[in-house]
T-cell receptor
Framework: AQSVTQLDSHVSVSEGTPVLLRCNYS??????LFWYVQHPNKGLQLLLK??????LVKGINGFEAEFKKSETSFHLTKPSAHMSDAAEYFC????????????FGKGTLLTVNP | EPEVTQTPSHQVTQMGQEVILRCVPI?????FYWYRQILGQKVEFLVS????????KSEIFDDQFSVERPDGSNFTLKIRSTKLEDSAMYFC??????????????FGQGTRLTVV
C-alpha cells in the first residue's frame, strides 16, 4: 500500500525567504510523486512531478523538489517566497500497485507574511 | 491545451435527492478517477475506472455511488440519495496511460456539491 506523510500542517514564512515543505512517502513499487497546489476555492494545479527520471525536479513558479529514495522523501523548496505562493500544498504518490490512483497527503498550508 | 472539464461548478441539492456530476476527460486518456475533498480536509480517492469498468473503489464509494462512461467522452458520478455528509468538492481526473505509462493526472476544476 502507498501512503504520504506531510510533516507540517502549516508553514509560515516571510516574503523573500526560502520555503521548505516536507513530505515522506511509502510505496512498494517505484513511485511517481507529485506536488499539487490549491489556492482558496480553486482546483488542483500540478506544480511538479517525479517519474523515475532526474531526482531533482523543477516545476512552475520557481519550485523544485528532490527525490531521495534512501530517505523516502520528496521535499518541496523555493528559494524566495512570494505573496502569491500562499496556498495549500499537497504531496501525492502513485504506483502501479494501486492502478495509478493518487494518494494525497493531508496538505500543508503555506502562509507568506509581508 | 487539452483539459478536463466538469459541470456544474456548483450544485445545491436537498437531502435524499439524486445528483449526477459530469466530467469530460481528455480525449485520449485511458484511466479515469473521482476524488472528493470535504471542506478543510485532504483529497480522498473514491473510484478508478479503466477499460469501461471500475478497477478500484474506496470504502467511501458505497452502494449509493455509481460511475458511468456512457458515450466514450463523458464520465459521470451519480449519488442516488444524497446525505448531508456528501457535501464536498468532487474532482474528476484522467491519466494518459498507454505505452511508457504517463502517470500525470489532469484534474478538472471540481464540482462543489452542497446538500441541504
Amino acid at each position: 500500500a502507498q501512503s504520504v506523510t506531510q510533516l507540517d500542517s502549516h508553514v509560515s514564512v516571510s516574503e523573500g525567504t526560502p520555503v521548505l515543505l516536507r513530505c515522506n512517502y511509502s510505496s512498494s513499487y517505484s513511485p511517481s510523486l507529485f506536488w499539487y497546489v490549491q489556492h482558496p476555492n480553486k482546483g488542483l494545479q500540478l506544480l511538479l512531478k517525479y517519474t523515475s527520471a532526474a531526482t531533482l525536479v523543477k516545476g512552475i513558479n520557481g519550485f523544485e523538489a528532490e527525490f531521495k529514495k534512501s530517505e523516502t522523501s520528496f521535499h518541496l523548496t523555493k528559494p524566495s517566497a512570494h505573496m502569491s505562493d500562499a496556498a495549500e500544498y499537497f504531496c501525492v504518490v502513485s504506483d502501479r500497485g494501486s492502478n495509478y490512483k493518487l494518494t494525497f497527503g493531508k496538505g500543508t498550508l503555506l502562509t507568506v507574511n509581508p | 491545451e487539452p483539459e478536463v472539464t466538469q459541470t456544474p461548478s456548483h450544485q445545491v441539492t436537498q437531502m435524499g435527492q439524486e445528483v449526477i456530476l459530469r466530467c469530460v476527460p481528455i480525449s485520449n486518456h485511458l484511466y479515469f478517477y473521482w476524488y472528493r475533498q470535504i471542506l478543510g480536509q485532504k483529497v480522498e480517492f473514491l473510484v478508478s475506472f479503466y477499460n469501461n469498468e471500475i478497477s478500484e473503489k474506496s470504502e467511501i464509494f458505497d452502494d449509493q455511488f455509481s460511475v458511468e462512461r456512457p458515450d466514450g467522452s463523458n464520465f459521470t458520478l451519480k449519488i442516488r440519495s444524497t446525505k448531508l455528509e456528501d457535501s464536498a468538492m468532487y474532482f474528476c481526473a484522467s491519466i494518459p496511460g498507454g505505452q511508457g505509462m504517463n502517470t500525470e493526472a489532469f484534474f478538472g476544476q471540481g464540482t462543489r456539491l452542497t446538500v441541504v
